[in-house]
C-alpha cells in the first residue's frame, strides 16, 4: 500500500499508523503522486490555520478526512496528532479502529504516567486516551494499570540513582522470530565468550570508577542477551564477582538475571546466581507446546520448562518472571490458553505476555508461515487477560513494537510486591540507564527532559575490538550524567 506525503516530512507519524491500521498491506512509501491504491497525508500551512488532509484508497474504495489546528496552537507534538488524527479519522472509514486508537508510538503509558505525576487522576488519564487519541476500553484500562505501578516506582527513586543492565549478546540458537544480534554459543564459545568476558571486565571496571567518582547510586541491575546463562557456571562466576568487587551494591533494590532459555539453566548455575546476590530469574517458555517449540528453533521442551522452574525454586528464587508470545506459527486460541494455564499451574511472580512482532532481521519476516490471524490473536491476549486477572495478577508494564500482530502490545504481570522495577525504570525512561556489553545503550536523562544516547558495538566481535572506544564513550556519557 503506497504512502505519500505532500507538505510535511514526518513520516514516522504517519507511516506507524498505517502499519497499524492495514497490517496485512506492504506498505510502500514513495515520493511522487499515484493512482490506484494507497495513501496521501498532506499538510497545509496557512497564516491562521494549519490543515491536515489525509486521502486513503483501498481496493478502489476512498475515504477522506480533514482537521485543523490554529498555527499558533501548532508545536511540534501538536502537530503530529493532527496528522495522526486525520489519517485515522480516514482509516476507519474503511477498517474497523485498531485497540490502540490513533496512538502508534513504543510507549503509549508515558501519556498517562504524566498526566498522572503531574497531579492528574485516573478518570482524567482515561478521557485523555478516549477523547484525543480513540483508544478502546480495554487497552485504557491496561495503560493506566501500569501507570500506576510507574507512578509507585517513580517514587522510589532518589536525585543520584541510576540502573544498570549488563548485556551477553550469545545463544544456543537463533529463534525464528528473533532479530537481536546475537551469536550462537555453538559456532563460537572457544573463540569468542573468554575475550568477549575480558572487555566486559574492563568495562565494568572503568564504569565502577566512574560511579564512585560521581556518587551515583545502583539502583536496579539486569542482566540480559542474548541469553546469560549461556555461560558456564565458573564463568557466571567470575562475572557475578566481577560486577560486586566494583559495583556497590548497598542500595540495590533488584538484581535481575534473564535465563531465558530452559536448557540453558541447571540446579547449579542456578544456586551460582542465587548466591551472588541475584533475586530475579526469568525462564521463558514462549509456549508450553512441544511442536510450536521445534517450529521456532528451540531446542527445549515444555517439560524443561517445569524442570527448571523448579530448580529455580530449589535455588531460592522466589521472583520468577515467565514470557509467552502470542501469535507464534501454527499456534491457536485453544492451545495458547493451554499454554497459559499452564504457566498458572506453576504460580510464578511474573508472567510477561508478548505479542509477537515481524521483526525484518528475523527468519519470520521473510517467511510469515502458518502465523495467526490478528483476530486471532486479539482472542488469546483477551483469554491470557481474562486467565491472569483471575489468578490475581495486575500489569505493572505495556509497551509497544513495529510490526507487531495485529497492532497490539507486551504487558508484564506480576502478583503483588514483584513488579519489575528495572523494566519500569528502563521502559518510562524515568532515570539513566548505565548499560554495558555487547549492545548495550545507555541513556542519560538530561536536565531539560531530553535523552541522550550511548550505543555499545552489537556483535561481540566488534566489541572486543573496540573495547577501548566504548571506554571513552562512558566517559562522555558520565561528563553529561553529572552536569546539572
Not at 491504491?37 to 498532506?42: I, N, Y
Not at 486508537?101 to 487522576?121: C, E, F, I, N, Y
Not at 482515561?126 to 517514587?155: F, G, M, N, Q
Not at 573463540?191 to 564504569?207: G, Q, R, T, W
Request: hydrophobic share 35%; aromatic share 8%; net charge positive.
Amino acid at each position: 500500500m503506497k504512502l505519500y506525503l505532500r507538505g510535511h516530512d514526518d513520516r514516522y507519524a504517519v507511516e506507524q499508523l498505517q502499519l497499524a491500521l492495514f497490517p496485512d498491506e506492504p506498505m510502500e512509501p514513495v515520493d511522487a503522486p499515484f493512482t490506484g491504491d494507497g495513501a496521501v497525508s498532506s499538510l497545509h500551512i496557512g497564516k491562521t490555520w494549519l490543515t491536515a488532509t489525509a486521502s486513503i484508497t483501498l481496493h478502489g474504495r476512498t475515504a477522506k478526512a480533514v482537521r485543523r489546528l490554529a498555527v499558533a496552537e501548532a508545536d511540534v507534538p501538536a502537530r503530529r496528532r493532527l496528522l495522526q488524527n486525520t489519517y485515522y479519522a480516514a482509516a476507519t472509514q474503511l477498517r474497523e479502529p485498531p485497540a490502540w486508537g490513533s496512538l502508534s508510538g513504543v510507549r503509549p503509558t508515558k501519556l498517562t504516567t504524566r498526566h498522572l505525576l503531574a497531579g492528574g487522576d485516573e478518570k482524567g488519564a482515561d478521557r485523555l486516551l478516549e477523547e484525543r487519541y480513540h483508544v478502546a476500553p480495554a487497552r485504557r484500562r491496561l495503560c493506566i494499570e501500569a501507570s500506576r505501578a510507574t507512578v509507585a516506582a517513580a517514587k522510589r527513586l532518589r536525585p543520584n540513582d541510576v540502573s544498570l543492565y549488563i548485556g551477553i549478546p550469545f545463544c544456543p540458537t537463533r529463534c525464528a522470530y528473533c532479530s537481536f544480534v546475537s551469536t550462537g554459543i555453538e559456532r563460537t564459545a572457544k573463540k569468542l565468550l573468554p575475550s568477549f568476558l575480558d572487555a566486559l571486565e574492563k568495562e565494568i571496571v572503568h564504569v565502577g570508577a566512574l560511579l564512585r567518582a560521581s556518587d551515583r547510586r545502583v539502583r536496579t541491575l539486569y542482566i540480559g542477551g542474548g541469553t546469560p546463562t549461556t555461560l558456564s557456571s565458573a564463568q557466571m562466576q567470575r562475572l557475578m564477582d566481577t560486577i560486586r568487587t566494583n559495583f556497590d551494591l548497598t542500595d540495590l533494590i533488584e538484581y535481575t538475571v534473564e535465563g531465558g532459555r530452559p536448557d540453558t539453566l541447571d540446579l547449579e548455575k542456578l544456586k551460582t546466581i542465587r548466591a551472588n546476590g541475584c533475586d530475579r530469574m526469568s525462564i521463558n517458555p514462549q509456549t508450553m507446546n512441544d511442536e510450536i517449540l521445534s517450529v521456532i528453533g528451540r531446542r527445549h521442551t515444555s517439560a524443561q520448562t517445569v524442570e527448571a522452574y523448579r530448580a529455580a525454586q530449589r535455588a531460592g528464587f522466589a521472583g520468577i518472571n515467565m514470557d509467552l508470545i502470542a501469535g507464534l506459527p501454527d499456534d491457536t486460541p485453544e492451545s495458547f490458553s493451554a499454554s497459559i494455564k499452564q504457566v498458572l499451574s506453576l504460580s510464578p511472580s511474573n508472567v510477561t505476555v508478548h505479542t509477537l512482532a515481524l521483526k525484518k532481521g528475523a527468519d519470520l519476516f521473510f517467511s510469515r508461515r502458518r502465523l495467526p490471524s490478528a483476530e486471532e490473536v486479539g482472542a488469546m491476549l483477551e483469554d491470557a487477560e481474562n486467565c491472569l486477572r483471575a489468578a490475581g495478577y495486575k500489569p505493572y508494564y505495556l509497551y509497544r513494537q513495529k510490526y507487531m500482530s495485529g497492532s497490539f502490545e507486551n504487558v508484564g504481570w506480576c502478583k503483588d510486591g514483584f513488579e519489575g522495577l528495572y523494566n519500569i525504570y528502563m521502559m518510562e525512561e524515568l532515570h539513566s540507564v548505565i548499560s554495558l556489553g555487547g549492545g548495550g545503550m545507555t541513556k542519560i536523562n538530561l536536565p531539560d527532559g531530553r535523552l541522550e544516547r550511548f550505543h555499545n558495538p552489537k556483535f561481540p566481535q566488534q566489541y572486543i575490538e573496540r573495547i577501548d572506544d566504548v571506554l571513552k564513550q562512558k566517559d562522555e556519557a558520565f561528563v553529561l550524567l553529572t552536569k546539572r
